[in-house]
């Protein structure tokens, strides 16, 4: 298959290369480009694609050759792109992308919805909320795939902007022009320590108290921890004044630190069910602050979404996700 009329932007010498050499591209070279750029490796590319590694060099040679344009800089063992590559390896994504929504829209058609459901999730409802979510959607549509990439909130929103993610799932709002934001469901962050913590026995704390004890903390970005500090701020105590002995890159992390009296922490209500009813944690009160905050669905505000991403996004909307939670993995009634 071949593609025309196709320009870049951004370099003026090398979008009148392109605007000279892209009136037929290969729709499979440029798919081959593609894997290659994000793995920035020919045999991993290859491996991904079911293809010898000189297969997949001589479509990149001959794509090369095609543009008049050096792609690749080949030196040392990781592949870069070069600038005419940055620039190629963005059009390539979104036709790309474009090409899994026409086969999925026909798909629908034909009476089945089938594709891969690429998601992102900030720790959070990446971790426990979109898993029982998923396994749900899954029921109704038993011939999908799903990949779920599970980050920090800033990074889901980086990936949504450039192209990566068509929708993904956050715990914390942060105003971005290019991304739509819509709340889906509501949690609480709340004081965590071990069981044989001195607080374990006390029904609340005072919140001046957090400033004289050892504190772990999720790293920058989480969307946890800026609605921590966010919190902490509108009720007068300085994030800065935090004895923080430990950040970890996980929630999961965060719980065993506490667990094995590294610190307390602020932790999402949500992620200690498990360890709540055990009683191996113990959630405390801090007087007078409560930290309240939404899940948000996220997508890109101008860019198209796939019929599979469309449908996932209504599921959600239709239904209360407390209730599939409550539920396990059997269904739950739609929303009134």
């Known amino acids: 298959m071949y593609i025309g009329g196709f320009a870049g932007k951004g370099n003026k010498k090398v979008d009148s290369a392109m605007d000279g050499h892209l009136r037929d591209l290969d729709l499979r070279q440029l798919e081959i480009f593609y894997y290659v750029a994000k793995c920035r490796s020919f045999s991993r590319a290859a491996d991904l694609l079911l293809l010898t590694q000189p297969t997949v060099s001589g479509h990149i040679k001959a794509l090369e050759d095609r543009l008049a344009l050096v792609l690749f800089d080949r030196r040392g063992r990781e592949v870069r792109l070069t600038r005419a590559g940055e620039v190629l390896y963005g059009y390539a994504r979104r036709l790309l992308a474009t090409k899994a929504a026409a086969l999925q829209a026909l798909q629908e058609l034909q009476g089945g919805l089938r594709g891969e459901l690429v998601l992102g999730g900030s720790s959070i409802p990446g971790q426990y909320l979109l898993p029982r979510l998923l396994g749900v959607f899954r029921q109704h549509y038993p011939d999908i795939t799903v990949t779920l990439t599970i980050t920090d909130t800033a990074n889901v929103l980086e990936r949504i902007v450039h192209g ?130 939404h899940f948000f669905l996220v997508r890109h505000r101008g860019r198209p979404l796939s019929p599979l991403s469309q449908t996932f996004i209504r599921f959600v909307e239709e239904r209360e996700p407390w209730a599939l939670l409550a539920a396990g993995q059997e269904e739950a009634p739609p929303r009134a």
């Open 164 to 293: 990566e993610l068509e929708v993904g799932m956050v715990g914390a709002h942060l105003p971005h022009p290019q991304v739509v934001y819509w709340p889906v469901v509501d949690d609480e962050l709340v004081l965590v320590v071990a069981r044989h913590h001195p607080w374990a026995a006390q029904r609340r704390v005072p919140l001046a108290a957090l400033a004289h004890q050892p504190f772990l903390q999720r790293e920058r970005g989480s969307g946890s921890r800026l609605v921590v500090e966010q919190t902490l701020r509108q009720h007068g105590f300085d994030p800065a004044a935090l004895r923080v002995v430990a950040e970890m890159g996980s929630t999961e992390a965060i719980k065993q630190g506490v667990k094995a009296g590294l610190g307390v922490a602020i932790v999402s209500r949500l992620a200690l069910a498990d360890e709540l009813q055990a009683g191996t944690l113990q959630a405390v009160e801090l007087a007078g602050v409560r930290m309240q905050r």
